[in-house]
Each structure stands twice: as C-alpha cells, then as structure tokens.
C-alpha cells in the first residue's frame, strides 16, 4: 500500500534580526522569496498536500504565494510556542497513516535530492542532519554507543560536552503521523527558552524503543537557514555559485562568473556569452549565440538566436524574433518587440513598441505605443510623442520611412511607407507615404540686434 506524504513548511517566525518589515520567510534569495524555494524543492517530491504554518506577518505570507501555490493548506500559528507547538497546529489537517515531512521555511538552498534519503527511510522517526565548521546555534545531535540517535540539545540548554558535538540539526524530520502526534502531546517546555522543542520528539521516540534514523546531509549548505542579513547574504553567495556552475555546465560562458548576478531562471542555448557585471532577474530566455555585454540588466526577456546586447543596456519584457543589435546604454522596457536585423543604438528608449524587419532608431530617441515598419529609419532625437497628459496614443510609421533628426511625432500619426521627414520637423495625423513632409518654423535673422550685457555689480 502507497503511503501518503504530507508536507508540513514552519514558517511563522517573525525574523527580529532582519530588522525588516518584512517576515522572515518573505526576505528575497536570488530574487524568490526564502519559502518560495523551499516550496519548489518539497513541490518537486510530489506530496498529496504541502501544509504551511504561518504567524507573524500571515497575510503577507498568504497573499505572496495563494496565487502561485492555490493548493497550499494554511495554518495559523496565533501563539508561537516553539517548533513543536507549530507542528500541533498541523496535526488536524493530516491524516492517519500518513508520512509527515516537517521542514523550515527559511531553509532556502534545500534541494529534492537532499530530502529524497529522508523520504526513503523505513524508520518510524528520521531527521536530516550535517557537519558543521561552527555549530554555534544549532541543536546537537545526541548518539548512543552503538552510534544510534538518541536526542537532540538545544544549544542553550547543552552542557559543555554536548556544545563541543559538531553533528547539528538541520530542522527537518519525517515520521508517521500518529506517532509524531503521540509525541507532541508528551513534549514539555521545561527549557531555556520556554518553548516546545519539535526536536524533544526524537529522544522520546528512542525512549519507546522506535529506532531513529540521523542521516548526514552530504552538503551543509542545503540545510542552512537565515536568522540575519549577514547570514542571507552568505546563502546569496552559495545560491549565485550553483547558478552559475549549472550555466556553465549547460555551456554558457562567464568569463567572469563571480561578477554575473542570476536573480531567476535563465534558459539559454548554445554558444550563450554573459559578461562581466551582468543582472538577469525574473525569467530569462537566451536562444544560440546570445551576446550580453557588460553591465547589462535584463528582467523577464526572450532574445532570439544571435542577438546582441551592448553594454549597460537595460531590457525589461523584451522579446527578439531574430537576430538584432541593442545598446549600448539602451533602456526597452516592456511590450518591446524586434525583428532579425533591428538595430536600437545608444541612448534609445522604447516601450510597448515594434519593430520590423532592419528598422533602426541608432541614437537619442524615445519610441512609445508605436509600430515601425520594416527598414524604417529614425534619425537621431526622434521623439514619439504618445500621451496627451491623460491618455496613450499609437504612432505607425510605414516600411522604409525616414524620418530627420530632433523630429516630433504627435500621436495619433501615421507616416505612410518611403515618406521622408524633414530634420526639427512636428508631424501630426496623416502623413502621405513617398513624400518629403517638412514642419518647421522657417528662419530667420535679425541685424542690429545685440547680446545683453551683464549690469555692473551683478554676480
């Protein structure tokens, strides 16, 4: 008979040493909430139903993630009693017979394989624990002579001999749910803290003569938490490194990995080079030969095959369809769209903007809520100007048009395919396709005039 395996997340703690509004399980990781990755290594073990314990900060925690994870079963911790106290609060919803994995919340470099052991473990009662360098703060794991685990001791409450065990817990355990419940009516709170330990279950399993399995996590990393801003910063680093080696392992090139930040997924093709300086945040797509240069942000882009990014160029919501030249200092913010052979130069912004086929805006231009035809080209200052104060309006601009430099576009306009625009030109409503359409105020000069002089004693 398959036994079901219920997932129970402790993630009410309120995080005091992150001196943030912020509760604790919401502080960012690589640019995912801390829960947010304990969720998807737990989602990927495929249990019949992830219970999370929540307290201080509750609804911010809900609303942060009902969306993404609607099946999760939220459980208020209203007086947080210690871990085994939070535990309790999940008992009801689990039933009889079940497999129960208890987990932290701020565990956020944990993975499916480093669970998987516990999850394969006959023992009524298993936990997960590892070697540390430094086990201050960590619970102790307790053997017996036979090297059987007996008990965990809290750090404040172990004796000198005990401190010096560099064996520590990790948080998680599985047990069979009746069992476990049996064991958090028994634990009391006689301790340094005041609170009800989750891990007082494991020296009173041993005393009803259960075997308990302490299985050694192969990586400590998986199993730290972050209690400080100090200590997230040190996961951040652990968590940029695995990005980064699974990139290159994919054949991504860093030629300077420590200096690219990965804040999100990044799918990447072949031949893919990201320099140094580099953000990737939200979810990236880089097709074949995908050329990002230095300093460069990306947020949320699909850059097709052979698309090159200059350096310090910022793209958000971006999308390729074919192999084009950005930047360099380039802002495209979203609703973006190029063709094969577009070229968007320096000091070039566009929003909800596309553009066809070889279309080119090189240099200290804005292009907003408009469609530029194929091969058009924008001179140097082209300004579309797409809102009136209270709305947006569209600017169409015909295949192979050109239009002058430090020219206005006052939306709603459309220029017909091969017009050309006249350089300083303020062009509105329709403008007939191959023809030269000039606006401008016609020059002039004046003689006799003379500069104003600078009165005496003025500054």
Request: charged residues 25%.
């Amino acid at each position: 008979m398959t036994v079901e395996l219920h997932v129970v997340v402790l993630a009410a703690g309120e995080g005091r040493r992150m001196n943030s509004d912020r509760p604790k399980v919401l502080q960012p990781l690589g640019g995912t909430p801390m829960l947010g990755h304990v969720l998807a290594a737990v989602d990927a073990l495929d249990p019949v139903a992830v219970h999370v314990v929540i307290g201080a900060g509750a609804d911010a925690v809900r609303a942060a993630f009902e969306d993404d994870h609607p099946a999760i079963r939220w459980i208020e911790q209203r007086e947080r009693l210690g871990t085994g106290h939070a535990v309790q609060q999940a008992v009801p919803g689990l039933p009889a017979g079940a497999r129960v994995l208890v987990l932290p919340g701020d565990m956020p470099l944990v993975r499916p394989e480093t669970l998987r052991p516990l999850i394969d473990a006959t023992a009524p009662l298993a936990l997960l624990s590892f070697m540390a360098g430094d086990p201050t703060g960590y619970g102790r794991i307790l053997r017996d002579e036979a090297g059987r685990a007996v008990g965990i001791r809290e750090e404040r409450d172990a004796d000198e001999a005990e401190r010096a065990i560099h064996e520590s817990n990790s948080g998680v355990l599985i047990a069979e749910r009746d069992r476990l419940a049996d064991w958090l009516e028994r634990i009391g709170n006689d301790n340094a803290q005041g609170e009800f330990y989750l891990t007082d279950c494991i020296a009173l399993a041993a005393a009803d003569g259960c075997a308990v399995d302490a299985i050694v996590c192969d990586d400590p990393d998986d199993v730290r938490g972050a209690n400080d801003r100090a200590q997230l910063a040190r996961l951040e680093l652990v968590l940029q490194q695995r990005r980064r080696a699974a990139l290159m392992a994919a054949g991504v090139s860093l030629p300077v990995p420590d200096a690219v930040q990965l804040r999100g997924p990044v799918t990447a093709g072949r031949d893919v080079r990201i320099d140094a300086g580099a953000l990737l945040e939200g979810g990236n797509r880089l097709g074949d030969g995908v050329e990002i240069g230095p300093g460069c942000v990306l947020r949320d882009c699909r850059l097709a095959a052979g698309t090159r990014v200059e350096p310090y160029s910022v793209l958000e919501g971006v999308e390729t369809t074919g192999a084009c030249t950005i930047g360099p200092f380039a802002r495209l913010r979203p609703g973006t769209v190029l063709a094969a052979g577009v070229k968007i130069g320096n000091f070039v912004e566009t929003k909800n903007a596309r553009f066809a086929e070889s279309a080119k805006a090189s240099h200290l231009t804005y292009v907003g809520d408009a469609q530029v035809g194929s091969g058009a080209n924008l001179g140097a200052g082209t300004i579309t100007c797409n809102y009136d104060g209270a709305n947006k309006h569209p600017t169409v601009i015909g295949a192979d048009a050109f239009v002058g430099s430090n020219s206005a576009l006052v939306a709603p306009v459309t220029i017909g395919e091969r017009a050309t625009i006249g350089a300083g030109s303020v062009v509105s409503g329709q403008v007939p396709g191959d023809a030269l359409t000039v606006a401008r105020v016609r020059a002039r000069s004046i003689s006799g005039w003379r500069r104003p002089v600078k009165k005496t004693g003025e500054s």
